[in-house]
């Protein structure tokens, strides 16, 4: 288990201190894939480098089952970073050796004995699904199979924990979704436990059990991917679950700005469903109890977790206002989260 407790850093700059991680509480189980989210400077990548013994929390503990990670040092760290595995999203790997000879670097590292480490980078290759190119060079593989490469490396001493810091971040959508389909299952098959760092909500909803939604070097909110998504509760968290539910492919690719644009009339609200709730005619119900609203169907998206599918449903309702107010309030009571994003 990896246990954050009232973490915090400080970092000393020319205009005085900056609280880069304020006071932040996270327990991992193992085996667990968890995705910490947050714009640019939310404090992600330091909560990421105090786990690794990259740099030390000003306050707080990190424990990795047990062990403060803070308190290590020399070799004791260094046993303890090979438990780590890290992928990233400029791949790090070196240009000059080929695939099979990034792959068993870290065993060359830790003095593997030839044979065995090529054994092991060839499995490694073989999991990752680049048998037949160990030769290739970096320059010569596409985005999503560098990556692979990178995953296969990280993997390379057995570790425990895989730490992925915006690996998709620079891919396009499928190669996303294929690295991303991996990771699953690396997960499953080697019971991985796997800290999903990303600014990309996409990633969390299709890998993660929980997840943590840090701004301002704080978490926010956090919980089942399946309840954020569902019922998100800070501003910042319904930013990042609307832009997942906005810029969906097929037919509803506009984003907030341009729904709003083109629907600037009464209000414009998202209801989302899971599963069984789909099966319900809760929406024609409405249409029914409330026959003076015009009630039009913008858009609408199916978006699966790793526990089930969530959908969300663009509406406008035009109308009296309290009549609004009732037809949402019976939404609720059918257990269908609401969130008005427009109200003229
Ligand atoms: N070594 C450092 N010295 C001073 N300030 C730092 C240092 N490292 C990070 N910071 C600051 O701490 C804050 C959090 O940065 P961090 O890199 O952890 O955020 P992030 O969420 O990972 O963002 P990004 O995805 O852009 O890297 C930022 O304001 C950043 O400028």
Same mark, same amino acid.
């Given at each position: 288990?990896?246990? #954050?407790?009232?973490? %915090? ?5 020319? *205009? @005085? /201190?900056?609280?880069? !991680?304020? *006071?932040?509480?996270?327990e991992i189980n193992d085996g667990e894939i968890f995705g910490i989210v947050g714009y640019s400077g939310a404090g992600k990548s330091t909560l990421v480098r105090m786990l690794d013994g990259l740099e030390a929390p000003s306050t707080g503990e990190i424990d990795i089952d047990g062990t403060d990670v803070a308190k290590l040092s020399g070799s004791a760290l260094r046993k303890q970073r090979q438990k780590i595995g890290m992928i990233f999203q400029h791949f790090n790997l070196l240009w000059s050796r080929t695939v099979i000879d990034n792959v068993a670097l870290p065993l060359e590292i830790a003095k593997v004995p030839k044979n065995k480490r090529l054994q092991r980078a060839e499995s490694l290759i073989k999991l990752?699904?680049?048998? /037949?190119?160990?030769?290739?060079? =970096? ?33 396009? =959508? ?40 840090? *701004?301002? @070097? ?7 991917? #399946? $309840? ?13 679950? %609307?832009?997942? #539910? ?13 729904? +709003? ?13 899971? @599963? ?9 119900? +409405?249409?029914?109890?409330?026959? *003076? ?5 913008? %858009? ?18 035009? @109308? ?16 269908? /989260?609401?969130? !008005?994003?427009?109200? $003229?």
């Amino acid at each position: 288990m990896i246990r #954050f407790k009232d973490v %915090s850093k400080q970092y000393s700059t020319k *205009d @005085g /201190g900056l609280t880069a !991680v304020n *006071d932040v509480n996270i327990e991992i189980n193992d085996g667990e894939i968890f995705g910490i989210v947050g714009y640019s400077g939310a404090g992600k990548s330091t909560l990421v480098r105090m786990l690794d013994g990259l740099e030390a929390p000003s306050t707080g503990e990190i424990d990795i089952d047990g062990t403060d990670v803070a308190k290590l040092s020399g070799s004791a760290l260094r046993k303890q970073r090979q438990k780590i595995g890290m992928i990233f999203q400029h791949f790090n790997l070196l240009w000059s050796r080929t695939v099979i000879d990034n792959v068993a670097l870290p065993l060359e590292i830790a003095k593997v004995p030839k044979n065995k480490r090529l054994q092991r980078a060839e499995s490694l290759i073989k999991l990752v699904g680049l048998e /037949g190119r160990e030769h290739s060079y =970096p320059s010569e593989l596409s985005g999503g199979q560098k990556q692979r490469v990178g995953i296969a490396r990280a993997l390379a001493n057995e570790p425990t924990i895989l730490i992925s810091d915006e690996a998709t971040s620079a891919l396009d =959508p499928d190669t996303t979704n294929e690295v991303l389909e991996l990771l699953l299952k690396i997960n499953k098959e080697m019971n991985l436990t796997i800290l999903l760092i990303t600014h990309e909500m996409h990633a969390i909803a299709k890998t993660c059990d929980k997840v943590a939604v840090m *701004d301002s @070097g704080q978490v926010v909110e956090s919980g089942t991917v #399946f $309840e954020v998504f569902r019922h998100p509760q800070q501003q910042v968290t319904k930013n990042f679950v %609307s832009e997942e #539910f906005t810029t969906q492919k097929g037919d509803t690719t506009m984003t907030l700005e341009e729904l +709003v644009k083109k629907y600037p009339e009464g209000q414009l609200v998202r209801l989302i469903f899971h @599963g069984p709730q789909a099966e319900l005619p809760i929406v024609s119900d +409405v249409i029914k109890r409330y026959p *003076d609203l015009t009630i039009s169907i913008i %858009s609408g998206a199916i978006h699966q977790t790793q526990e089930g599918a969530l959908g969300s449903l663009d509406l406008q309702f035009i @109308g009296d206002e309290s009549k609004i107010n009732d037809a949402l309030g019976y939404l609720k009571t059918m257990r269908v /989260g609401t969130e !008005v994003i427009h109200h $003229e």
